[in-house]
C-alpha cells in the first residue's frame, strides 16, 4: 500500500473530524519520522509536546515492553507496585503534595474542574450550584462538552450544546479583567501560562504573577494548564516557573509519556486534592500498572537527560534564528524554549501552504489557527539538527 491507499482508507472509514497532512508516518526514532514511501522528515510538532523525549526513547519503551509484558491493567479497584512510585516520583519532581492520575489531557482539565468546584463548596463556602470558573478567550483545554462550555471557538461548539454552565470568560493576559470578574462565588481561575493551540501566545511580563496574587488574595484557586507548555517544553519545568508562580492546581499530560501511552494527571497539595473521597472520581485506566511505569520512565528520561535546560537552550538559539529571517510573510516570532509560534501576516495566504511546503522539504510542522507556524520539535534536538531544519525553514518561508 501506498501513502494515497492509506489516505483513501481513513477517508472511506474513518470520522473526518481531522485534516491531517498527507503523510502517512509508519517509524520514527528520536527527532526522525519515517513515511511509507521510506522518506524521512524531521518531526517539528512533537505530537502536539507528546514526543518531547523523542520517538521510540530506548527507555521508556524498555518500561512499556517490560511492564506490558508484567502486567498493563488492574484497575482502581485492586493496588499496584507502579502507581505509587509514579505519584511520590510525580510530586518529589513538581513539588505538589498529592497527585490524581488519568489518562487524556482533557481528562485532566475535567478533573481539575471537579476538585476546584467541590473545594469551592466544601472548603470555600459557595452556595449549593453557584460555583463560578474564570477562564480566558483563546484557552484549548480539550474537547469534552464541559471544556468546550467555555472554548472561544464557534466551531468547537456547534452543534454540540446544551452547554455546561459556571464559565465567564475574561481576555488572556489581562489581569485587571480577573480582578473585576472575580466574585464571591469564584472557585478557580484556569489559564495556560502560554497559550499552545490559541497560537503560542505569551502573555505580558508579570501576568501570572498579579494573577497569582488575585488570586490569593480573592481565596480564588489558580489553575494552571500545562498539558502542553509544561514538562520542558518551554525550557523551565512548567512555564508558570518564569514568573515564579507556584498554582494551586496544575494538570499536565501529553510528554507525561513521552508520547507512548496516553497519561495525564492533576497535582495539587492536600487541602484541594484531599476533596476527593473514594468514588467521587476516577477512571479504569488512570493510574494503571503500564501508564505509571511509562510515565516514571518518562520523567527519569527528562531530568536524567537534561531536556528541560536543552530546550531552553535549544529554543533560544532557533527563535534568534527565526527573528533574523527577513520575509516579507513573517508577522512575529514569539514563545519560550521550544515552543514557537511564527504568525504570518494575512497576505502570506494562510500558514497551511507553509507546513505543506516544509513537508516537501522534509520538515513535519502544522498550523495553528489559520496564520501560525507552530515550531515544537522534540527536546532532544542538537543545534546541528536546528541549523539542519532552519535551512529548510528559511528557504520555505522567502519563497513567495
Ligand atoms: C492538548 C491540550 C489539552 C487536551 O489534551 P488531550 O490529551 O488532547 O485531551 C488540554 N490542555 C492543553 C493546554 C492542551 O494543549
Redesign the pocket.
Known amino acids: 500500500m501506498n501513502t494515497q491507499d492509506y489516505i483513501d482508507l481513513e477517508a472511506k472509514y474513518g470520522a473526518k473530524n481531522y485534516k491531517p497532512l498527507n503523510v502517512v508516518l509508519e517509524r520514527g526514532q528520536g527527532i526522525w519520522v519515517w513515511d511509507v514511501e521510506g522518506r524521512r522528515y524531521l518531526d517539528f510538532l512533537s505530537a502536539?509536546s507528546a514526543v518531547n523525549q523523542g520517538h521510540a526513547h530506548p527507555k521508556i519503551l524498555k518500561a512499556l515492553t517490560d511492564q506490558a509484558a508484567k502486567l498493563p491493567l488492574t484497575s482502581r479497584a485492586f493496588r499496584n507496585d507502579q502507581y505509587p512510585l509514579m505519584a511520590k516520583e510525580l510530586c518529589e519532581l513538581t513539588g505538589y503534595e498529592k497527585m490524581l492520575p488519568m489518562n487524556?489531557?482533557?481528562?485532566a482539565?475535567e478533573t481539575a474542574l471537579k476538585a476546584a468546584r467541590k473545594w469551592g463548596y466544601k472548603v470555600k463556602g459557595v452556595p449549593e450550584g453557584q460555583a463560578e470558573i474564570i477562564v480566558c478567550d483563546g484557552n484549548?483545554?480539550?474537547?469534552t462538552i464541559s471544556i468546550i462550555s467555555f472554548s472561544p471557538e464557534a466551531q468547537y461548539k456547534d452543534g454540540f450544546g446544551p452547554f455546561t454552565p459556571g464559565f465567564k470568560m475574561i481576555p488572556f493576559g489581562d489581569a485587571d479583567a480577573l480582578a473585576a470578574t472575580i466574585t464571591p462565588n469564584t472557585v478557580a481561575f484556569i489559564v495556560?501560562p502560554i497559550q499552545?493551540?490559541g497560537g503560542v501566545i505569551v502573555p505580558p511580563e508579570g501576568y501570572l504573577k498579579r494573577v497569582r496574587e488575585i488570586c490569593t488574595a480573592n481565596n480564588v484557586l489558580l489553575i494552571t494548564?500545562e498539558?502542553?507548555?509544561g514538562l520542558g517544553r518551554t525550557g523551565k519545568l512548567f512555564a508558570q516557573h518564569y514568573d515564579g508562580v507556584r498554582a494551586d492546581i496544575v494538570?499536565i499530560?501529553?510528554a507525561l509519556s513521552g508520547g507512548f501511552y496516553?497519561v495525564?494527571a492533576m497535582l495539587a497539595d492536600k487541602v484541594v486534592m484531599d476533596v476527593f473521597n473514594p468514588g467521587d472520581h476516577g477512571s479504569t485506566f488512570g493510574g494503571n500498572p503500564l501508564a505509571a511505569s511509562v510515565a516514571r520512565a518518562a520523567l527519569k528520561v527528562l531530568v536524567e537527560e537534561n531536556l528541560i535546560e536543552n530546550a531552553a537552550v535549544q529554543g533560544e538559539y532557533l527563535m534568534g534564528r527565526l527573528r533574523r529571517i527577513e520575509s516579507p510573510h513573517i508577522k512575529e516570532v514569539r514563545g519560550r524554549g521550544l515552543l514557537i509560534g511564527v504568525e504570518l501576516h494575512e497576505s502570506a495566504g494562510g500558514a497551511r501552504r507553509f507546513c505543506e511546503a516544509l513537508k516537501e522539504e522534509g520538515l513535519l510542522c502544522k498550523e495553528t489557527h489559520d496564520n501560525v507556524i507552530r515550531f515544537a520539535p522534540p527536546l532532544t534536538i542538537t543545534k546541528d539538527d536546528i541549523d539542519w531544519a532552519f535551512e529548510r525553514i528559511e528557504k520555505v518561508l522567502m519563497a513567495d
Do not use: H, L, M, N
Request: glycine fraction near 18%.
Open positions: 502536539y487524556s489531557g482533557a481528562e482539565v484549548f483545554a480539550g474537547r495556560e499552545g493551540e494548564d498539558v502542553q507548555s494538570t499530560g501529553k496516553p495525564s
